[in-house]
């Protein structure tokens, strides 16, 4: 299954691979080779501690190895204005207008999941604003459920 994923964000991915890989992986053997020579591994609970976060190191790096393997990149289509699609830059404001003043407008990429990141401003495409997103127009007004109930925004620019 295609990964559609930004440049910047497959590089970030690449990145924590290659640091899990040369870095992480032989401090979590260290970790096991010290604790195994203090003796009985029964209750060793450094050992185990080490084995643990081996199994999860393992796991995260079979993660990445499948997204980066399946991985597409998606180019940013500068000033399309179309339909709302992967990697679009999407300007919203908030209906009604936020309370705290302001202009109201936030700027969220729309990214697979594992790309996501609020304080970046991408959002997963499988969230429930980046899902009612998805297909919309320059103008639509879209519904999309939050833990504070159901919220409205439209759509100012599409980029």
């Known amino acids: 299954m295609v990964k559609h994923l930004t440049k910047e964000g ?3 991915l690449k990145k ?4 899990l890989k040369t870095v992480v992986r ?3 053997q260290a ?3 010290q604790s195994a020579a203090h003796g009985d591994l029964k209750e060793n609970a450094g050992y185990h501690a080490a084995k643990e976060d081996q ?3 393992e796991g995260r790096i079979i993660q990445l190895e499948d997204i980066v393997s399946q991985a597409q990149v998606v180019e940013k289509k500068q000033g399309d204005g ?4 992967i990697g679009s830059v999407v300007c919203l404001k908030s209906k009604p207008a936020s309370p705290a003043g302001g202009d109201g407008y936030d700027k969220y990429q729309i990214v697979e999941p594992e790309e996501a990141d609020i304080l970046a401003g991408k959002i997963s495409l499988k969230s429930s604003l980046g899902a009612s997103l998805l297909g919309k127009k320059k ?3 879209v519904k999309f459920t939050t833990s504070d109930g159901v919220k409205e925004c439209k759509i100012i620019k599409i980029e």
């Open 55 to 57: 199994s999860f190191i």
């Open 139 to 141: 103008g639509d007004v």
């Open 16 to 19: 924590e691979l290659d640091h």
């Open 26 to 28: 032989k401090e979590v």
């Open 10 to 12: 497959l590089e970030k």
């Open 82 to 85: 179309g339909e709302i699609q």
């Open 31 to 33: 970790r096991i080779r």
